[in-house]
């Protein structure tokens, strides 16, 4: 299995099967997505994973790499393969908060004012290009993310359980887009990067689509786990055994960023309680019902990298926020 931050030809469009009950083993269920998602995306295992730790951690997801790398395939993929309601929001521009959280609307034959609910009222919400959407209406999203819940006139209206946001952007069109604050980026427990696929993989693709894959129709996936797994995963990721090390190690990473002369900003304790969460829901996914040094290291980059801000000068020094995150992962002193 590939840490998030390592294909079969897709089949002939069939009846989408739901699924009638919970599997017998619910990690079963959560990895075999993994296989169902990659009948339409090759070659994004590691994107994949890191989407189901999001999933057991209650957590939400921001995919970037760029045009073409099926960023968006692949959340409606996922979306396909959990038997989860779904909806999809294109963030452009002239996108207005209410158009994703919903208002009030007058009705004329009964004289009252009733709510509609947006689109952010679903299990899975892909929040496609959201960088290409104003601030204000980046925002409208904080309290759902934070909250689970939207405010409207005054009243909380609590969204459906489970709740993921799995936004996407591009990092090479800056034309037109509005960065998010860091604020809004903290709130994303993981960032996963969609690399170019290698050769082979792509060779894959091309005979997919020569064999008459179409991305636009996904009626050939079928739901392969059901809420109730998700549900009975979460709880098994959170009995897994932490020793005090570990969380003492969790911590010093973390505070190593914030000493760290290339940065201007360093991990939060949120970015903190976000690394043990992820490390535990990967530890799990690996079959072990304890958490290692390993899991804390594997889990730190799509974790942190999002959290932390560069100085001016490092950044014209070319450094990144991923050899940041290896510097301090080779100093701070593993527990044994």
């Known amino acids: 299995m590939t840490a998030p931050d390592a294909p079969t030809r897709p089949r002939k469009a069939a009846p989408r099967r739901r699924v009638v009950a919970p599997a017998a083993d619910p990690r079963d269920a959560l990895l075999a997505l993994r296989t169902e998602v990659a009948k339409a995306v090759i070659g994004q295992d590691a994107a994949v994973t890191g989407l189901v730790i999001a999933l057991l951690c209650r957590g939400h997801v921001l995919l970037e790499g760029v045009p073409g790398v099926a960023k968006t395939l692949l959340v409606r993929a996922l979306a396909a393969s959990l038997d989860l309601d ?7 521009p002239d996108l207005m908060p209410g158009d994703i959280t919903g208002s009030l609307v007058y009705d004329a034959r009964s004289a009252e004012f009733s709510f509609r609910e947006g689109p952010v009222f679903t299990n899975l919400l892909l929040a496609d290009e959201i960088n290409r959407t104003p601030p204000k209406t980046q925002a409208s999203l904080l309290e759902a993310m934070e909250e689970r819940q939207v405010s409207v006139d005054g009243l909380p209206r609590v969204l459906p359980d489970p709740f993921l946001v799995c936004a996407t952007q591009n990092p090479v069109e800056y034309e037109g887009t509005y960065p998010l604050p860091e604020a809004q980026l903290d709130r994303f427990l993981v960032k996963l990067t969609v690399p170019l696929p290698s050769r082979e993989d792509e060779v894959k693709v091309l005979l997919a ?4 894959f179409d991305p636009r129709d996904l009626s050939g996936l079928s739901a392969v786990a059901s809420a109730e797994d998700l549900a009975a995963g979460r709880r098994a990721v959170a009995a897994l055994t932490v020793s005090p090390d570990l969380l003492g190690y ?11 002369p290339s940065l201007q900003l360093g991990a939060s304790p949120r970015g903190a309680t976000a690394l043990l969460a ?32 560069l100085r001016p000068e490092a950044e014209l020094e070319g450094v990144t926020t991923e050899s940041v995150l290896d510097g301090v992962l080779a100093s701070v002193p593993v527990p044994r």
């Open 86 to 92: 779904s909806k999809r929001v294109q963030f452009t």
């Open 209 to 212: 689509h020569d064999g008459g």
């Open 250 to 260: 969790v911590v010093d990473v973390c505070r190593a960023t914030r000493s760290s």
């Open 278 to 309: 992820t490390a535990k829901a990967w530890a799990w996914l690996s079959g072990r019902d304890y958490v290692t040094p390993d899991d804390v290291k594997a889990l730190a980059r799509p974790t942190l990298r999002h959290r932390l801000a």
